[in-house]
């Protein structure tokens, strides 16, 4: 990895060339996979990249997509990232809410399913705590794979 993460916008082949981790890949399957298919996201998208040059490797995407009356969801699809990279994305979340105006941010992460999944569903529960989300409640079989997940959100 090299010494200069780099915020850059978005591309839709970000996603196809990010060695997504464990979690992420597992969920986005369960969720259809909606970052390599027709309907690609949109809003308020950035990647993290491992350096400054056009093509170098992407690590993680992420953004807010409009949901409507000042209503953002906050996704992101990532690598095994470094403090330095969870720092990164915090950042451009940060940028991100600014730059949309966004009244109310909301945000979801996959509930544990067995024992095996709580280490990396409170990780995620604390980093979006740590970008000011709340936890608001469990929304039971929210994916087509009948999965639970955390609503998070915040009021800006």
């Known amino acids: 990895m090299s010494n200069r993460l780099t915020l850059r916008p978005y591309s839709p082949t970000d996603p196809l060339r990010i060695d997504a981790r464990e979690d992420f890949a597992r969920e986005h399957k369960a969720m259809g996979e909606p970052l390599f298919g027709p309907g690609r ?3 308020l998208c950035w990647t993290l990249t491992d ?4 093509w170098a490797k992407p690590l993680a995407c992420g953004g807010l997509e409009p949901n409507g009356m000042g209503r953002w969801t906050a996704w992101l699809y990532a690598s095994d990232l ?23 941010v909301e945000m979801t992460v996959r509930a544990p399913t067995s024992t095996g999944d709580w280490n990396g569903c409170l990780d995620a529960c604390a980093f979006a705590e740590r970008l000011g989300l709340k936890r608001e409640g469990l929304m039971r079989g929210y994916t087509p794979d009948g999965a639970d997940y955390w609503l998070f959100g915040g009021v800006f």
Request: proline content about 3%; hydrophobic content about 45%.
């Open 41 to 43: 996201v949109e809003g």
């Open 51 to 54: 350096g400054e040059r056009k």
């Open 82 to 104: 470094s403090p330095r990279g969870w720092v990164k994305v915090a950042q451009a979340f940060v940028v991100a809410v600014l730059q949309s105006g966004a009244h109310r």
